[in-house]
């Protein structure tokens, strides 16, 4: 089934909404709906203070999300003590980061020192760390300034942001409907203005699903560029970590910090040498000079028909942007079968040794995978990866001909978030969480880097995204690539990034 369980959701009231807004002053709303690299340039000539550009975030926040609750740990008060701190030292005209002063969100699922971090389950309901992930202590040491952290599936299980500790986080476009997951606070909370940039995490699609679900850029690197010091697995293409923002040039600076080599990176063995300063700023380019391949469902995997005319229309009035444009008969359709053996490996991995502290209201999604992964045969698992390696030489071909591949963001539209997936596609039985997901799944499997970019809205008027994937290990080539086809799609209405009516 579809729909959360019962005994998951009984008696909790999941969206929050209020009629009292507080009334933010129009300086305040001009200065959230500036870019982060322009509220840098701004901080650095001192047009801004730290302290006021961090309290538009704050009156941002306390007025939109008691509706979206996107975010579900406030740090206001130490954030105002760091954004003093961080005045004086702009002030003082001093060498300092890159992101000094800028309000940032951190996903639920990365620790952060002294500030609440659940993993949207009440089983860490009050865990407060003594120590900040490896991404959190990049994005400190550059200046970043924690706002507060954004909601979850439990344990970050899940294309739906929900969980019986703080509820759903609603799309920002359509309360009723699904911001994706599982980094869905996040996205949701930048389709907002609630904060400069926000941090993701992807296994399957969870920063690129609710970036196109709710108009913004998600960035799944090359696994081994953003170091993840707390994965279980010592090679793998998941538990990958990544920024959410309102834009490429936004993404860009974010994985200038998040991809830096520090002393935690070294508890990551797949963190390889690397600068990350390519990431920012992004040189411009031509998009006329561009060999771009189009896929509507990679070779055949579940794409619901509405996406496919959207996906049609939509790659049909921006082909004029290129010097080449075509359809091209890539196949990945075994790669979700892959994936899901592929994920029972990373699952018991992950969880033997915390299965006998989950009650019976664990998230079903984690509960379902965990039970399949000890009934897989490990020839399954050995077949899987032999078949990784082979989707992925075939698929590398592709970048001998083109520079990049582009398809749709999801295969389908966003759903109630009452559901934990869609039942149905063009009646077609959506048989797990997974498996109406093999748009983004398939390409964890192969491994290549994807930017996921806004282009215009649905049918049903929420925003309809884009995954554009480049060569391995050419990420910065990638992003450079996306933002001159970003810039070209905001000159075209139909095709520019939609914007929120939460986002004033």
Not at 9 to 32: E, P, W, Y
């Amino acid at each position: 089934m579809g729909t959360w369980p019962i005994p998951y959701l009984k008696g909790r009231s999941l969206v929050r909404t209020t009629t009292d807004r507080k009334f933010m002053n129009q300086h305040q709303q001009a200065l959230i709906k500036l870019t982060a690299v322009q509220a840098t340039t701004a901080l650095r000539l001192r047009n801004i203070s730290a302290e006021e550009y961090l309290e538009a975030y704050i009156a941002q926040i306390e007025t939109v999300n008691p509706t979206i609750n996107a975010v579900v740990t406030k740090n206001f008060e130490r954030a105002r003590q760091e954004a003093s701190a961080a005045q004086k030292q702009l002030d003082r005209a001093r060498d300092h980061g890159a992101l000094l002063g800028l309000p940032i969100l951190i996903k639920d699922n990365q620790l952060t020192a002294g500030i609440r971090t659940t993993l949207g389950s009440k089983m860490y309901a009050g865990q407060i760390p003594a120590r900040d992930a490896g991404i959190v202590n990049r994005i400190r040491h550059a200046g970043g300034i924690i706002i507060g952290k954004t909601n979850i599936p439990e344990l970050s299980i899940g294309a739906n942001t929900v969980n019986t500790l703080f509820g759903a986080t609603c799309n920002p476009f359509a309360e009723s409907l699904t911001c994706g997951g599982s980094s869905g606070g996040s996205a949701a909370a930048i389709a907002s203005n609630m904060a400069a940039l926000a941090t993701g995490s992807d296994h399957g699609g969870s920063l690129r699903i609710p970036a196109s679900f709710c108009g913004v850029v998600g960035f799944r690197a090359t696994p081994g560029i953003v170091p993840n010091e707390e994965r279980t697995i010592t090679q793998t293409n998941y538990s990958l970590q990544g920024p959410i923002s309102r834009n490429i040039g936004d993404a860009g600076l974010l994985m200038s910090v998040i991809a830096q080599r520090d002393r935690s990176a070294l508890n990551d063995p797949m963190a390889f040498p690397f600068d990350s300063s390519q990431f920012s700023p992004l040189p411009d380019i031509d998009p006329g000079q561009l060999r771009v391949a189009y896929s509507e469902d990679l070779g055949g995997l579940t794409v619901s028909a509405q996406i496919r005319h959207l996906f049609r229309a939509k790659t049909a009035q921006m082909s004029h942007l290129f010097k080449l444009s075509e359809d091209h008969p890539i196949d990945l359709t075994e790669a979700p079968a892959a994936d899901w053996a592929l994920r029972q490996d990373v699952f018991a991995t992950q969880y033997y040794d915390q299965r006998d502290q989950w009650g019976k209201d664990m998230n079903p999604n984690v509960l379902s995978t965990y039970d399949a992964a000890l009934k897989t045969p490990l020839l399954d698992v050995a077949k899987a990866r032999r078949k990784q390696i082979e989707l992925y030489r075939e698929f590398s071909r592709i970048f001998d001909h083109f520079d990049l591949l582009i398809i749709p963001g999801v295969s389908v539209m966003p759903f109630p978030w009452s559901e934990m997936y869609p039942e149905q596609i063009d009646g077609e039985v959506v048989t797990n969480y997974m498996a109406w997901l093999g748009l983004s799944s398939s390409l964890t499997v192969i491994g290549h880097p994807v930017a996921a970019i806004p282009c215009g809205l649905d049918a049903q008027g929420t925003p309809f995204g884009l995954q554009l994937i480049g060569k391995p290990f050419e990420d910065a080539k990638l992003l450079t690539m996306a933002q001159a086809i970003e810039t070209a799609l905001n000159g075209i209405p139909a095709l520019s990034r939609p914007v929120s009516p939460y986002s004033y």
